[in-house]
Nanobody, 124 residues
């Protein structure tokens, strides 16, 4: 399974971006999908996730109300819609996929597959 994230770029504070994550190798309906990010000099952090059927989502507190995760299994693609972007949202964003939950951390635990990352830069 391979994941290809795209859609990153430069945006002004308050603007929006939509990231995509294309899944290849197997149907995306086999996987929960998550998004993580890593800002310069900081640890990687959980952004949000969606279950394989698209009926359940989870978000980090700082993203709730601004970010929306969705998926289209017919297109084998997941999405991260980011609105009201802030400078502190500047980071490399990674899409991930997992076959199952491995521990008691819900969607914030281990993922099996990772994409290469796409850079989002928010300017003031």
């Amino acid at each position: 399974v391979q994941l290809q994230a795209s859609g990153g770029g430069l945006v002004q504070a308050g603007g929006s971006l939509r990231l995509s994550c294309a899944v290849s190798g197997r149907s995306s309906s086999n996987y929960d999908m998550g998004w993580f990010r890593q800002a310069p000099g900081k640890e990687r952090e959980f952004v949000g996730a969606i279950n394989r059927s698209g009926t359940d989502t989870d978000y980090a507190d700082s993203m709730k109300g601004r970010f929306t995760i969705s998926r289209d299994n017919a297109k084998n693609t997941g999405y991260l819609q980011m609105n009201s972007l802030k400078r502190e949202d500047t980071a490399v964003y990674y899409c991930t996929a997992r076959v199952r939950q491995y521990d008691n951390r819900g969607y914030r635990g281990k993922y099996d597959y990772w994409g290469q990352g796409t850079l989002v830069t928010v300017s003031s």
